[in-house]
């Protein structure tokens, strides 16, 4: 997610964004990382939107404080066609809009992927159209939520997804955010804690 896919785990929000990155790696205030970075023990780098499931590996969650404001244009991906999802054995639902035509991404591989993130009722959180750059993050290695590695490598049930390919994964709370939500200041977040997510993502291929 760093930056994605949106990254999604359990452990560590997210600080500063690293360069290209966004909600798949976020946005929280300076004193927000500060004061994780007291209570959980990691660096500045190791404080972005992170798997949740382990405190050390990066989630995604594409940029929160960019996409605020910028959900009019969400996305060339929006050919909404009604698609029926496939269920694994995780939890993670899927469905293929594209089926790709290149070759799948590999564990540890940067690639790039263009998205747009929204909650069960639709709102958008992020989107990396409306940013107009794809985000850019190696793939299977916890720099997103798991939900992220699991639906774009392939895993459990879920094939790889293939260069040029679009999907809609459907993620539950324990391959995301989990119990503790993110982007959240003064009581509210922007993601709420225990939220299904729906990402939208395009992938594009290695970088």
């Known amino acids: 997610m760093t930056s994605l896919g949106f990254s999604v785990g359990t452990c560590s929000p997210p600080s500063e964004q690293r360069k290209g990155r966004s909600f798949v790696s976020s946005s929280l205030t300076k004193a927000d990382a500060i004061n994780l970075r007291s209570k959980q023990k990691?660096?500045?780098?190791?404080l972005s939107f992170v798997q949740p499931a382990s405190c050390g590996r990066r989630e995604a969650i594409i940029g929160f404080g960019v996409c605020i404001g910028l959900v009019d244009n969400v996305s060339a991906f929006a050919e909404t066609s009604s698609c029926e999802f496939s269920v694994s054995p995780s939890g993670l639902a899927f469905c293929d809009k594209v089926v790709g035509y290149g070759p799948a991404a590999v564990k540890g591989q940067l690639i790039k992927a263009h998205y747009v993130g929204k909650l069960e009722n639709g709102k958008v959180f992020d989107s990396s159209y409306n940013r107009g750059?794809?985000?850019t993050f190696r793939i299977g290695v916890g720099e997103v939520i798991k939900g992220w590695d699991q639906g774009i490598i392939g895993s459990d049930g879920v094939p790889a997804m293939l260069t040029g390919g679009k999907r809609t994964l459907k993620i539950p709370p324990e391959l995301a955010y989990g119990d503790r939500g993110a982007g959240c200041k003064g009581g509210s977040c922007l993601i709420p804690p225990a939220s299904v997510l729906?990402?939208?993502?395009e992938f594009i291929g290695k970088a």
Do not use: G, N, R
Request: aromatic share 8%; glycine share 0%; hydrophobic share 40%.
């Open 42 to 46: 990691v660096s500045d780098h190791e």
């Open 133 to 135: 750059k794809p985000l």
């Open 198 to 201: 729906l990402f939208d993502i």
